[in-house]
């Protein structure tokens, strides 16, 4: 089951990658977390713990933040 931030993670983390023009073989290999991992995130079928989540904000050179979709107010 598909939960809010899932579906963030996901869809923000594919929306970036393909904004830099990265395959996910590439991010694979900047991130250190295989390929078949990421896809599984892309496809918001699951999240990325902490250090997932970290490893992928370095590959993507983002904060946290963004990846999440958080707006300042």
């Known amino acids: 089951m598909q939960n809010e931030l899932t579906v ?3 869809t923000t983390m594919e929306k970036i ?3 830099r023009s990265l395959t996910l073989e590439q991010l ?3 991130s250190g ?3 078949d991992r990421l896809t ?3 496809n918001c079928q699951a999240r990325p713990d902490a250090e997932e989540l ?3 904000c370095k590959a993507l050179q983002i904060s946290i933040s963004e990846l999440l979709d958080v707006k300042s107010n």
């Open 8 to 10: 963030i993670i996901g």
């Open 40 to 42: 599984v995130f892309e």
């Open 54 to 56: 970290l490893d992928i």
């Open 28 to 30: 694979s290999a900047l």
């Open 33 to 35: 977390i295989d390929q």
């Open 17 to 19: 990658r393909q904004e």
